[in-house]
């Protein structure tokens, strides 16, 4: 049983996960202080700072589920993943630096990665529609949601504002980063660079996203990056890369339905990605999104008293289209004199009611959810 006190902590919105001030003067602002230039009072305009290009569809290639080996029947798009495409210009990636770096964004919103590993990994999330007012259109602006969805090859909604642009942040001291280049360079001269299924070392571990899809976009450059890819696994064991982004780029995902793991890029100083999640627009298409990764008692960025609202906010949202179809279908039957089909009223009704029921099951948080929330307490106090 979870103690009164943790309780407590993860409904104060995990303050304590957050990211000490001296880490912060110490790592991010040296960042922030490159970017005092920038203006961050400029509109969004998707003329100048979207850089899609609809001829991305037939030249940037987008590898299918079958393809994957892993069609699945609640798939929303025949699209698995995508090779990174060009999605936002220069001048916006470094007007979205310039307001996700602020002292008074990192501070608020800033919390520790749950699956942290080295150096300061952090998320922010939830920020951006109150703090990062250019973050926000970019993202969720017709143009840009219709791009995403063209490369995704379904009609996208952004599941909630708290998923716009979650940011994910790695640092690493430049000792450390030359380090890791030498010793990767050693290891391929010796041919030792073969990686089997069980030792990919992972920022991630193998497992499913929470939503149907991801777009994940680079924030950082990454020309002395080495690897740091997306591995997804096929239906037959296989694993295939799909390449991490360069600076200003994106790619898609269907990671609800692909398993797939984060490996662990080396050789940066700071990896900056910006990931927003998505739904099917149509909402009577497949809709199976989870808690799992994303609630406020495993990922310590979602903060209590604003993500849940939103997830029942988004949730109402598909049961009253749903419901609003469903009334549709019966109604013009009825209109159109055909006989009322029983069976279908029951399939129609029972998936409402699963949708209901899973809305507030997500929400549970299982005694080994807790468990591990204090493991790492544990282990991070010693
Ligand atoms: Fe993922």
Known sequence: MASAELLQQIEDGNLHKRIPISSYQEQIKPIFETLSKIDISIKFDPKKH????????????????????????????????????????????????????????????????????????????????????????????????????????????????????????????????KNEKINEKRK???????????????????????????????????????????????????????????????????????????????GYTERITSVTSYRAKNSMLPETSVLKTVKPECNWGSLYDEFYPEWINYRMNVISDRSLEIKKIFNNALENGEKFDKLKAFELLQDLENYTANTWKEMQVSEAEYATHSKFDKENEN
């Open 188 to 266: 391929l001269s010796i041919g030792g660079s073969k990686i089997t299924n069980d030792d990919i070392p992972a920022v991630v571990g193998w497992h499913n996203d929470s939503y149907p899809f991801v777009c994940v976009l680079m924030l950082s450059d990454t020309s002395s990056m080495i690897g740091g890819e997306t591995l997804v696994k096929t239906g037959n064991g296989e694993i295939i890369p799909v390449s991490g982004p360069a600076k200003g780029k994106a790619t898609v995902l269907q990671g609800r339905k692909l398993l797939h793991l984060a490996s662990i890029p080396l």
């Open 50 to 177: 979207l850089a899609f290009k609809s001829s991305y569809l037939q030249t940037i290639k987008r590898t299918t589920m079958e393809e994957f080996g892993t069609f699945a029947k609640d798939q929303i798009s025949n699209i698995g993943a995508s090779e990174p495409f060009p999605l936002f210009t220069e001048e916006a990636v470094e007007i979205m630096r310039a307001e996700i770096l602020r002292e008074e964004v990192f501070t608020k919103w800033s919390r520790v990665s749950y699956n942290s590993t080295t150096g300061l990994d952090c998320v922010i999330r939830g920020y951006a529609k109150y703090t990062s007012p250019f973050t926000y259109a970019a993202w969720t602006h017709p143009d840009t949601v219709a791009a995403i969805s063209s490369m995704a090859g379904v009609e996208l909604e952004v599941i909630m504002d708290y998923e716009v642009a979650h940011i994910n942040i790695a640092m690493k001291s430049q000792d450390l980063a």
